[in-house]
């Protein structure tokens, strides 16, 4: 379920953050996601795992998408379940379907999905007109 900006919940927040395609990209969002997490309190219990989901989304759109990339957190605090939306959405495949990158090593790409799958309680993908958002949910009680 991805939450839409005028339908989040009072108790909700939200971060929006462009991705430009450079080097140090990700590092540097996943800095600012550390940062903005911490500032809404976010259950320590979940950030860990929630700033490597980021990483992996994010990372994911830096190498195979097209730009622009935009990070988009919303946390949302339930009376007994707490919810970690996070978004990355890009300008969709870089690449025609199945072609692959040259040179680049099967064993140090390929494995973002099975972590996202691995750390979040529900994920996803939109295609749309303007490309493709991928999603992940975090819940915390």
Do not use: F, K, Y
């Not at 809404?40 to 860990?48: G, K, L, Q, S, T």
């Not at 097209?66 to 339930?78: I, K, M, N, Y």
């Amino acid at each position: 379920m991805a939450v839409q900006l005028n339908t989040l919940p009072r108790e909700a927040v939200e971060h929006v953050c462009p991705l430009p395609h450079a080097p140090g990209a990700v590092s540097a969002a996943r800095r600012r996601a550390r940062d903005v997490l911490a500032g809404w309190n976010v259950c320590p219990a979940i950030v860990e795992d929630s700033l490597l989901v980021v990483s992996e989304l994010l990372t994911n759109a830096i190498v195979h998408a097209l730009p622009p990339a935009e990070l988009r957190l919303s946390w949302v605090r339930g009376h007994r379940l707490s919810t970690l939306h996070v978004e990355v959405s890009d300008g969709g495949p870089a690449l025609p379907a199945g072609q692959s990158l040259m040179g680049v090593d099967p064993d140090e790409h390929g494995r973002g999905e099975g972590i996202v799958h691995a750390l979040a309680t529900r994920h996803g993908i939109r295609v749309h007109p303007g490309g493709i958002t991928r999603w992940a949910d975090l819940i915390t009680a």
